[in-house]
């Protein structure tokens, strides 16, 4: 029989932690981000020899893993984590550090009853389960027409593979008024959203597959929806965030404390930004695995994955961010047996009605399933242009993790794969013109039947069987 996991991470020492944000040394931001953070990354990055390398966008070299786990652990050592509203740095040992990773707990479980889901860590090329990938994540990112609300969400709803959803699509107005944060057109706005996004799931009979949008930003906009009876419940998660890079807000760690009194899940990102105020690819990398760290001790945060963004044009895919990711995920995985990881780009860069948004998504499905992570799909345009998430875009991407694992890919075949794949949409990302590529919603879908159009499926059959002929068999 298995071994159920009790593991509780670093709950028990929250008072103690969150304290030092009073007791801790003085330190203004521009100080901490020029003076600590920067010099210190810099340094512990060369230290440890991290280097930038395009001809392995999957890690395959334990060995660098390992020198990347241990940077990371330097880097929250050496430079603690900042409290920007009282200017004091919470400061970790090195054994408090260890203690937390070592004692973090292996799965967690989201959704109610029958749609209740448990995922489990899982290694390198570790396929020998009933269900791969681990964890299939859709991801309903941007502004969203109200009026086709309810067809976006079931579109993603109804894809058999899926998890779990952050139906976290964003409505820019309610009743004529913008929605802004603290005012009750935000409150408003989630108790619409979360109703349409109950109905939806339990026309498709999935009544408690587990949502994690975070549409509002307050808290009394969210707890405003929390209702067991017609709104958000106990299988639903929400997140808590940490400031980039290193930083905290008191807000964050009443969040929480709120989260793990309700007694919800949540997730936080493993965020780093090559190009912006992490630097290259190499010290993004070790901040973004630095951001694992934090949020276990300060948060004990149930759920993650790493998040790096392009920060010279927002993209999860490039070379530079993709790269990021891969590695960030695989040195906490390898390190430790935390939770499965989300793996890969979290949305993609181009527009859903056009090819490359599949291709991005098939780079980032391989990616993560080789590397033991969940998938997560079905947004393009950057997240930023209004209508532009496909659950067509979520069922491609488990699709190919299922491929991944059938075909019981090596991470060196992965890499040769995803590089060139890479290669096909890689240029319109340099050249900062994917997000306008490919048309929305209303052009790839049959508003009525909620159904893609006959040329959208043609479309994903093409990258289907063009993948086939590249090395991972697929069906089409």
Same mark, same amino acid.
């Given at each position: 029989?298995?071994?159920?996991?009790?593991?509780?991470?670093?709950?028990?020492?929250?008072?103690?932690?969150?304290?030092?944000?009073?007791?801790?040394?003085?330190?203004?931001?521009?100080?901490?981000?020029?003076?600590?953070?920067?010099?210190?990354?810099?340094?512990?990055?060369?230290?440890?020899?991290?280097?930038?390398?395009?001809?392995?966008?999957?890690?395959?070299?334990?060995?660098?893993?390992?020198?990347?786990?241990?940077?990371?652990?330097?880097?929250?050592?050496?430079?603690?984590?900042?409290?920007?509203?009282?200017?004091?740095?919470?400061?970790?040992?090195?054994?408090?550090?260890?203690?937390?990773?070592?004692?973090?707990?292996?799965?967690?479980?989201?959704?109610?009853?029958?749609?209740?889901?448990?995922?489990?860590?899982?290694?390198?090329?570790?396929?020998?389960?009933?269900?791969?990938?681990?964890?299939?994540? #859709?991801?309903?990112?941007? /502004?969203? $027409?109200?009026?086709?609300?309810?067809?976006?969400?079931? @579109?993603? &709803? =109804? *894809?058999?593979?899926?998890?779990?959803?952050?139906?976290?699509?964003?409505?820019?107005?309610?009743? #004529?008024?913008?929605?802004? /944060?603290? $005012?009750?057109?935000?409150?408003?706005?989630?108790?619409? @959203?979360? &109703? =349409? *996004?109950?109905?939806?799931?339990?026309?498709?009979?999935?009544?408690?597959?587990?949502?994690?949008?975070?549409?509002?930003?307050?808290?009394?906009?969210?707890?405003?929806?929390?209702?067991?009876?017609?709104?958000?419940?106990?299988?639903?998660?929400?997140?808590?965030?940490?400031?980039?890079?290193?930083?905290?807000?008191?807000?964050?760690?009443?969040?929480?404390?709120?989260?793990?009194?309700?007694?919800?899940?949540?997730?936080?990102?493993?965020?780093?930004?090559?190009?912006?105020?992490?630097?290259?690819?190499?010290?993004?990398?070790?901040?973004?695995?630095?951001?694992?760290?934090?949020?276990?001790?300060?948060?004990?945060?149930?759920?993650?994955?790493?998040?790096?963004?392009?920060?010279?044009?927002?993209?999860?895919?490039?070379?530079?961010?993709?790269?990021?990711?891969?590695?960030?995920?695989?040195?906490?995985?390898?390190?430790?047996?935390?939770?499965?990881?989300?793996?890969?780009?979290?949305?993609?860069?181009?527009?859903?009605?056009?090819?490359?948004?599949?291709?991005?998504?098939?780079?980032?499905?391989?990616?993560?399933?080789?590397?033991?992570?969940?998938?997560?799909?079905?947004?393009?345009?950057?997240?930023?242009?209004?209508?532009?998430?496909?659950?067509?875009?979520?069922?491609?991407?488990?699709?190919?993790?299922?491929?991944?694992?059938?075909?019981?890919?090596?991470?060196?075949?992965?890499?040769?794969?995803?590089?060139?794949?890479?290669?096909?949409?890689?240029?319109?990302?340099?050249?900062?013109?994917?997000?306008?590529?490919?048309?929305?919603?209303?052009?790839?879908?049959?508003?009525?039947?909620?159904?893609?159009?006959?040329?959208?499926?043609?479309?994903?059959?093409?990258?289907?069987?063009?993948?086939?002929?590249?090395?991972?068999?697929?069906?089409?």
């Amino acid at each position: 029989m298995e071994e159920i996991s009790m593991r509780i991470g670093a709950r028990g020492k929250f008072i103690d932690f969150w304290s030092r944000a009073v007791t801790g040394p003085i330190c203004f931001e521009s100080d901490f981000d020029k003076r600590v953070y920067w010099p210190k990354l810099k340094k512990i990055t060369e230290k440890w020899g991290i280097k930038y390398d395009p001809d392995h966008m999957v890690p395959c070299d334990d060995e660098m893993l390992d020198r990347l786990w241990q940077a990371a652990i330097d880097l929250v050592a050496e430079v603690g984590v900042l409290c920007t509203d009282t200017r004091r740095i919470i400061e970790f040992s090195r054994k408090e550090i260890l203690d937390a990773a070592a004692n973090t707990a292996d799965r967690y479980t989201v959704g109610v009853g029958k749609d209740s889901f448990t995922a489990v860590h899982r290694g390198f090329e570790d396929y020998d389960h009933v269900k791969n990938p681990v964890s299939v994540l #859709g991801r309903i990112l941007g /502004p969203v $027409s109200q009026d086709i609300y309810h067809q976006i969400a079931m @579109s993603y &709803a =109804q *894809v058999p593979q899926i998890d779990m959803c952050h139906f976290q699509g964003n409505l820019t107005e309610i009743y #004529g008024m913008p929605i802004t /944060p603290d $005012s009750p057109w935000e409150m408003f706005s989630e108790l619409w @959203s979360v &109703a =349409q *996004v109950k109905d939806v799931c339990r026309q498709v009979c999935r009544p408690g597959l587990a949502d994690g949008g975070i549409r509002a930003i307050a808290m009394s906009a969210m707890q405003a929806a929390f209702d067991p009876g017609w709104g958000a419940n106990k299988g639903d998660f929400r997140c808590c965030l940490t400031l980039p890079h290193q930083k905290v807000e008191y807000k964050h760690l009443s969040r929480a404390l709120q989260w793990h009194t309700y007694g919800i899940n949540f997730y936080s990102i493993m965020t780093s930004s090559p190009g912006g105020l992490s630097g290259g690819p190499a010290t993004s990398a070790v901040t973004g695995t630095a951001e694992w760290i934090i949020q276990k001790l300060l948060f004990d945060v149930p759920l993650n994955g790493s998040w790096s963004v392009d920060a010279m044009y927002f993209s999860n895919t490039s070379k530079y961010s993709l790269w990021c990711s891969n590695h960030q995920n695989a040195a906490v995985t390898k390190n430790t047996v935390c939770e499965p990881l989300t793996g890969g780009g979290w949305q993609m860069t181009h527009g859903i009605g056009h090819e490359n948004f599949f291709w991005e998504s098939a780079a980032s499905a391989i990616s993560a399933v080789v590397l033991g992570n969940g998938v997560s799909g079905g947004t393009g345009a950057q997240s930023g242009l209004k209508d532009h998430q496909s659950g067509l875009g979520l069922q491609f991407s488990a699709e190919v993790g299922e491929a991944v694992a059938k075909a019981r890919l090596t991470r060196a075949h992965a890499n040769d794969l995803v590089k060139r794949i890479m290669a096909k949409y890689q240029p319109t990302i340099d050249s900062h013109t994917a997000h306008k590529m490919g048309g929305d919603f209303r052009e790839c879908y049959n508003l009525v039947t909620v159904q893609p159009q006959k040329w959208y499926m043609d479309m994903y059959d093409k990258v289907k069987k063009e993948l086939t002929q590249m090395g991972l068999p697929m069906e089409y």
